[in-house]
């Protein structure tokens, strides 16, 4: 892996939102530091997993990378097609052409696709937008992929409401893989699917990633899920990376106590081995922002 | 279990139920021929896939199968630690004594805290009506009851949080409010329907902790619905497996988990990402059944350590060779 270069270099990134008083005159009376100070690289090629609780910053933490949400400061250098670009600062304009090579596959499957748009239209959707294929051409790539996910070309036809919760999410892992991006990133891409599906799901994200050489950011709250498919793992705590290692270092010997914490409260899927939450690791009064 | 001391350790019998839906596309059979017995002051785990029955089922112990749903047959017999039994399927929709189940005696955490509390209403408001509802208390009594269960369940200042409303609490807060008004009534049987599911694992470790002690103090029978195997073998005392409505393995936890014979069971538990299967790729339920047809319906068999499973004579029989 050493010999990898960076896909994505992530400096100093902090995404803060301003919060207003109640009220006629909207005064900014705080500062919520959702990401706050972040810096880590992504290598090509590799998976890299975001965990933390909900509230953490994980989600808007790769949102900013993206550029769906406009950092606050920092930089995040891109390996884009035509070269380095700092995504942080590039113009909106100049933007649209670089997101055919950053994709994202989101959380719900329910909600994520349009109800009224067939699957082909939804899968061609991209395509279409960045006047990339037309007509047959479009077809053919839409069956292409659509074959690709494990579903059957006639599927194209159908709503979304005629499939189950995996399905839906192979189309929605379609739809980012038909602009052939480099950079996917998936927002609890597997949380919302049922073990057996899950197991499939995933699967098929693996071999997705060799075939198309894909980069993953993999954000997640099922640890299990990321120790699976994760080569390094950062874990997020109030808008902080609080460590970031090898995943099978980080799960073995967890350093950073909340790390440590977070681990405690997996339930062992053996009886025999009793979950023991370490509430004592963090400083007393610590409890997520209830 | 029709005799006395049998009866006194269970706490709630289902036999043979069946509940069917009479949809527009011809009758669908939620639940098939299910049976299970939860024991007093044990828990009891019902795992499977989601649309396997296993919330149908719970649905129909406090008789909330809405139509075109309806229980076509068995029995949900409650049996309570003083008086004599209640056959629950038999009762009037309007039975006063449903009334007095729902909430009462048999109380329910859902899923989706969000759509289980009342926006409009507070959270002292939530949990005094499900008081008052069944006690013949004062306002006064039944407010100093929730009190006393919000701080039971881990709310912080509980006389304040009374006053507030649902879409002020976090995720964690909303879902241990859903538990205090599930046990302020002091039910002896208490249905779990994936109280942790929405919530993350630091939280989701608090409230397993918070019910196995409320459990605890209160000798309460626990069914609790999930599909997280983690969750079973850290709460459950018995499993059952349900798949597409009927129940395909039965037995303790530890046999059922640590030594699945039902290849259903097997390819579940396979399909967690464990150390087992780090870096391989994962088994999925069908790679581990193989042409295995599970699909049609057997009945239980009883295997000489007091486990169930729905396999044929031929398929047990090979089994106990290797056992």
């Known amino acids: 892996m050493s010999d990898r270069k960076p896909l994505i ?67 995040v250098w891109f390996e884009a097609k035509r070269g380095r670009i700092d995504l942080a600062t590039t113009p909106e304009r100049e933007l649209k052409p670089l997101r055919q090579e950053m994709q994202m596959i989101f959380q719900d499957p329910f909600s994520s696709l349009n109800p009224r748009m067939t699957v082909g239209d939804i899968v061609g959707e991209p395509l279409i937008i960045h006047k990339l294929a037309k007509g047959k051409e479009l077809e053919d790539r839409v069956v292409e992929i659509l074959e690709k996910v494990g579903m059957r070309s006639e599927h194209r036809m159908r709503y979304p409401h005629a499939f ?29 699917l049922d073990v057996s599906v899950q197991a499939q799901v995933i699967n098929l994200l693996e071999d997705l990633q ?30 902080k990376i609080v460590e970031m290692e090898e995943t099978e270092a980080l799960f073995e010997n967890p350093k950073h106590p909340y790390t440590q914490m977070l681990l405690s409260a997996i339930p062992s899927p053996d009886p025999d081995i009793k979950m023991k939450p370490r509430r004592d690791l963090v400083e007393s009064g610590w409890l997520p922002e209830d | 279990m029709d005799s006395d001391s049998a009866a006194n350790d269970i706490a709630l019998s ?32 019902v795992v499977g896939e989601s649309g396997s029955g296993k919330s149908v089922t719970a649905f129909s112990i406090l008789r909330l199968i809405q139509k075109p749903g309806k229980i076509a047959g068995g029995e949900i017999i409650f049996y309570p630690t003083s008086g004599s039994p209640i056959n629950i399927t038999a009762l009037d929709e309007k039975d006063d004594l449903l009334y007095k189940l729902r909430g009462g ?71 241990r409010v859903v538990i205090a008004m599930a046990l302020v009534c002091k039910p002896e049987i208490l249905i779990a329907d994936e109280p942790t599911t929405a919530l993350d694992v630091t939280i989701q470790a608090q409230i397993l902790e918070l019910i196995k002690e409320l459990q605890n103090d209160m000798g309460a029978a626990v069914i609790f619905i999930t599909h997280d195997i983690g969750v079973v073998a850290q709460v459950a005392d018995d499993v059952a497996v349900m798949y597409k409505g009927c129940i395909m393995e039965k037995g303790s936890v530890r046999q059922v988990l640590k030594d699945p014979l039902h290849p259903y069971t097997k390819g579940l538990l396979a399909a967690i990402p464990s ?7 994962l088994p999925t339920i069908d790679s581990v059944i193989g042409d295995l047809n599970i699909d049609t319906r057997l009945a239980l068999a009883d295997l000489s350590n007091g486990r169930q499973v729905a396999l044929t004579q031929d398929e047990i029989s090979k089994l106990q060779i290797t056992l």
């Open chain 1, 210 to 239: 060799e075939e198309f050489k894909l980069t993953y950011i993999f954000v997640a709250h099922d640890l299990s899920v990321v120790r699976h498919i994760c080569d390094r793992v950062a874990v997020m705590y109030k808008g």
């Open chain 1, 164 to 192: 189950s919760g995996g399905q839906r999410q192979r189309i929605g892992i379609a739809r980012a893989l038909i602009m052939r991006p480099s950079l996917v990133v998936a927002d609890e891409a597997v949380s919302a």
């Open chain 2, 105 to 175: 005696y048999i109380s329910m955490i859902f899923q989706e805290p969000m759509t289980a509390l009342s926006p409009v209403h507070t959270v002292g408001n939530q949990i005094c009506e499900a008081i008052l509802l069944h006690d013949d208390v004062t306002v006064h009594e039944a407010e100093r009851r929730a009190v006393e269960m919000l701080g039971k369940v881990g709310i912080p200042q509980p006389e304040q949080r009374l006053k507030q409303y649902p879409h002020e609490f976090s995720g964690g807060m909303r879902q």
């Open chain 2, 275 to 281: 150390q087992a299967n780090q870096g391989k790729r």
């Open chain 1, 9 to 75: 270099q992530v400096n100093r990134l902090k995404k803060h939102f301003p919060v207003f008083s109640q009220g006629f005159i909207k005064r900014q009376i705080d500062t919520i530091k959702a990401v706050d100070d972040v810096t880590f690289e992504v290598m090509q090629g590799e998976t890299l997993g975001i965990v933390g609780e909900s509230g953490s910053g994980k989600t808007t933490c790769a949102r900013s990378i993206l550029r769906a949400l406009q950092p606050t400061s920092g930089e």
């Open chain 2, 14 to 45: 289902i036999s043979n139920l069946r509940v069917t839906f009479n949809t527009e596309e011809g009758l669908v059979v939620g639940v098939d021929d299910v049976s299970y017995q939860v024991r007093r002051g044990k828990t009891m785990a």
